[in-house]
């Protein structure tokens, strides 16, 4: 069965450095390419950097001008060079991410829904702070970008946590069944819970009615995996093995749909001010990004060789 395809994508995965702004870049870049109108957005406040990625200045109109003055977001917008492409930044000069308030989130939300395009692709800031959290929970598609390291993996597996864990609570808040969550978590100890997925089981064991309003809130909650500067043909198992994680300890229904090699030609891309898809599009790497990109678009998996 092909999914629908997904308005609204979002990038993320907890800790800065793992390529979320070169995957968002190269995807959109990719899909513009096949005739679709594409913004990306670069929410990430104060180190917002996806401008570079396409040889273009830091745009003088940012997220700032919603906030502060009302900007309409399609005035935000500025173009990359790239057919049917346009970007809009996240550098905002006097607000940190934190000091965003919940209603003036509510309604980026709201615009950002109502952009007239095919893809809306967002590029998420580092760490796991609630109004990057409720950005990710937003999309229609969860995209997380992952390292072959250690740090890499335990943040991501944080960043999911603190995303369903959130989902959890906010979605039984509307039912008026928060405390329920809360008060299961904090004796976890007595009901042997260990695990996210252990505490959701609980509440069905404990309460069938919770548990039918969680199966219906979570039942789109789910990850799309991608793989970045893997070295080695034993670094792609990892996406492999991740998902089986997410799965036991979260019950999170996770797709790992690709991977990219390392490759120089990435930061010499940026050196030379061209975009990654257009300069190297015959790399291998380039191929990679191809492919994931298609099983995003048809919500398909990597299919691995098996020797």
């Not at 991410?97 to 950002?112: A, E, M």
């Not at 030609?265 to 001010?273: F, G, L, N």
Request: charged share 30%.
């Amino acid at each position: 069965m092909v999914e629908k395809e997904g308005k609204i994508w979002a990038i993320g995965g907890g800790k800065g450095g793992t390529g979320k702004s070169f995957v968002t870049s190269a995807m959109g870049t990719y899909i513009a390419g096949k005739g679709k109108r594409v913004i990306l957005i670069d929410i990430d406040i104060g180190g917002a950097n996806l401008h570079s990625f396409f040889g273009i200045s830091r745009p003088k109109k940012s997220l700032t001008d919603f906030f502060e003055a009302g900007a309409s977001l399609n005035k935000l917008a500025v173009k990359t060079g790239i057919d049917n492409m346009s970007l809009i930044t996240g550098d905002i000069h006097s607000l940190a991410s934190d000091n965003i308030k919940f209603t003036q989130k509510l309604k980026l939300f709201r615009h950002i829904m109502k952009l007239n395009k095919h893809y809306v692709i967002i590029d998420l800031g580092a760490g796991s702070h609630n109004n990057t959290i409720d950005t990710f929970l937003m999309a229609d598609k969860k995209i997380v970008i992952l390292e072959p390291e250690i740090t890499s993996v335990e943040n991501m597996y944080h960043f999911i946590k603190n995303a369903l864990f959130r989902k959890l609570r906010m979605s039984l808040r509307e039912y008026g069944f928060k405390d329920i969550v809360e008060q299961m978590w904090e004796r976890r100890e007595e009901y042997n819970i260990k695990s996210l997925r252990e505490l959701m089981d609980c509440i069905r064991d404990n309460f069938s009615y919770v548990g039918d309003i969680i199966d219906k809130e979570l039942s789109d909650f789910k990850l799309y995996l991608i793989l970045n500067k893997i070295r080695s043909s034993d670094d792609i198992l990892i996406g492999s093995s991740m998902k089986s994680i997410l799965m036991k300890y979260l019950g999170v229904d996770t797709k790992f749909v690709g991977f990219v090699e390392y490759d120089d030609s990435v930061w010499r891309s940026m050196r030379e001010r061209r975009p990654f898809m257009l300069n190297y599009s015959l790399s291998r790497s380039a191929k990679e990004v191809e492919v994931f990109t298609e099983n995003l678009l048809k919500g398909k998996e990597i299919k691995l060789s098996r020797n």
